[in-house]
Structures are given as structure tokens and as C-alpha cells.
């Protein structure tokens, strides 16, 4: 078996960050391209997240949703949840048959609170995106690289399965 290391040096994994912000009612992802997934931080608040096979999954608490191959989705908020949130493409570099992508189920939600090193880089990257500082573009999108290995890392050393789904079931 590789390691992770192993593993990660295979691709040019990055993050884009792309939207950083308030939910509300709903923001829509189309499919995008093969070589890209979608990350989506929850800062606060209390959101729904629709996959386009009809599944549904209540988030309440700060969570990391991570669908590792395109899919089409939506993220719905009522105003006065006082949801933010921040997304990020997440580009592999390789075709439509990426073994790491591949080895996730469509959707993994993590609760933040899972694990302490996981919740310091979202705090991290909640800071840097939520402000206007110099740099913040080429920072948060590090930021989200690391969140990535963070969530890796989170994952093998618990050896969770990969339907994995934290304490979010679909609704």
C-alpha cells in the first residue's frame, strides 16, 4: 500500500477559492470538469446540501464537505440562519480517472470538530478569507491545499471507510 506521501506526489493537487460569503437561500454548481472536485467550508449557521441524485444532507454545526469528483449541487440557507461559507474548486492535474479522487464516496461531510488540526486550518482559512488583506487570494487557496492534506491525514489515521459521512446523514 502507498502512503499518503506517496500518493499526493503522483498529482499536482490545488485549491481555487472561489466564493467566500453569506448563504442566502441558494447558490447552484453545475458539473464541472473531470479534473476538478468542490470543496465547501461552513463557517456557521445551518444549510442543506442537494446532490443532483435527489440526496439530501442538513449541516448545523462548522463542517467540511468535500466531493472529490464533479457533481451537480446546491447549497440552500435561509436568511436568517446566518450561514457563511467558502468554496474552492479542487484540481487534481490528471484525467477523469484519478485513483485519489476515486477512492471517495460522492459526498463526505467532516465535522470540524472531529479533529483539532483540521479546525485550526479552517479558522485559518475563515480568518484570511473573511478579511481584505494583501494577499488574500494566494493565501486562502494554500490554506484550502493544506485543508485537503489536514482531511487526508484526518481520514487515514482513523481508517475511515470511505462512506464516511461524519454525524450528517442525508435528510
Avoid at 44 to 71: H, K, N
Avoid at 111 to 121: K, M, Q, S
Wanted: charged letters at 20%; glycine letters at 8%.
Amino acid at each position: 500500500m502507498l502512503k499518503l506521501s506517496e500518493v499526493l506526489n503522483r498529482f499536482n493537487l490545488s485549491a481555487q477559492v472561489f466564493y467566500a460569503g453569506d448563504v442566502c437561500g441558494t447558490l447552484a454548481f453545475e458539473q464541472a470538469s473531470p479534473l476538478e472536485g468542490h470543496m465547501h467550508l461552513i463557517k456557521q449557521g445551518r444549510l442543506t446540501l442537494r446532490t443532483g441524485d435527489t440526496s439530501a444532507y442538513l449541516i448545523e454545526q462548522p463542517s467540511l464537505v468535500f466531493m472529490a469528483r464533479s457533481q451537480p449541487h446546491q447549497l440552500r440557507a435561509q436568511v436568517e440562519a446566518g450561514t457563511q461559507v467558502v468554496c474552492a474548486s479542487i484540481l487534481y492535474g490528471v484525467g477523469n480517472n484519478n485513483p485519489l479522487a476515486n477512492a471517495f464516496p460522492p459526498v463526505l461531510v467532516l465535522p470540524l470538530d472531529e479533529d483539532p488540526r483540521l479546525a485550526f486550518v479552517c479558522t485559518w482559512l475563515f480568518d484570511e478569507a473573511f478579511a481584505e488583506l494583501e494577499g488574500r487570494q494566494l493565501a486562502i487557496n494554500r490554506l484550502g491545499e493544506l485543508l485537503v492534506l489536514q482531511m487526508l491525514r484526518h481520514l487515514v489515521e482513523r481508517e475511515l471507510p470511505g462512506d464516511h459521512q461524519g454525524d450528517h446523514r442525508p435528510v
